[in-house]
């Protein structure tokens, strides 16, 4: 299989950031989850040791793969409705355990998508739908979808919010077109 250059659009924890419900976020240029997947765990397959499965919510994609091309071979790919957050993905690997990755829906502005890729990798320990529901409540629309509480988000509705702090923090984004 020839080379791919890496096309996933995505944001991790810093090794030394303490894991949590997620460990960064991942933008999908499309709703084609077999290629965005594919992208996607050629990236992390080298950081991680080998990704061995892939689990999603196919809430939001409208076609699930059996599974995908990784580096030369195939992986698995699984869907759980209602044990996985919608907005989140789970990769598993040999050596790191799992990702978590906050998804972020392709249609999103390129700043709220900067946002929530910050505050996924970065912030306080929040969950996948907080944080999206976070987005929309103190930033409004542009994205595909409405989330349904975003008093959970908000906290206590004070400015220190996971999703307040977690934007102002650091992250390692990798990125490639």
Same mark, same amino acid.
């Given at each position: 299989?020839?080379?791919? @250059?890496?096309?996933? #659009? !995505?944001? !991790? ?8 419900? =997620?460990?960064? /976020? ?13 992208? %996607?765990?050629?990236? %992390?397959?080298? =950081? ?6 892939? *689990?999603?919510? $196919? ?26 957050? $919608? ?23 390129? &700043?709220?998508?900067? #946002? =929530?890729?910050? @505050? ?5 320990? @929040?969950? /996948?739908?907080? %944080?999206?529901? *976070? ?6 629309? +542009?994205?595909?979808?409405?989330? &349904? ?11 220190? +919010? $996971? ?12 990125? *490639?077109?």
């Amino acid at each position: 299989m020839p080379f791919r @250059a890496p096309t996933a #659009r !995505l944001a !991790l924890k810093t090794v030394s950031t303490s894991r949590g419900p =997620l460990d960064g /976020a991942w933008w999908p240029r499309s709703r084609d989850l077999a290629d965005e997947l594919s992208a %996607l765990a050629d990236v %992390l397959d080298p =950081l991680s040791g080998r990704i061995t499965r892939i *689990a999603v919510n $196919p809430t939001y994609w409208p076609t699930i793969p059996d599974s995908v091309p990784v580096n030369g071979r195939m992986v698995k790919v699984g869907w759980f409705t209602t044990e996985l957050d $919608p907005h989140k993905i789970l990769l598993l690997s040999h050596t790191t355990g799992s990702w978590n990755l906050l998804v972020i829906p392709p249609e999103t502005s390129t &700043q709220a998508a900067g #946002r =929530l890729m910050a @505050a996924a990798s970065a912030g306080p320990p @929040a969950t /996948a739908s907080a %944080l999206m529901a *976070a987005e929309h409540a103190f930033h409004g629309g +542009s994205l595909a979808d409405r989330p &349904q509480d975003a008093a959970e988000a908000r906290g206590d509705g004070d400015d220190a +919010s $996971p999703y307040r702090a977690a934007t102002a923090g650091r992250s390692r984004l990798i990125t *490639a077109r």
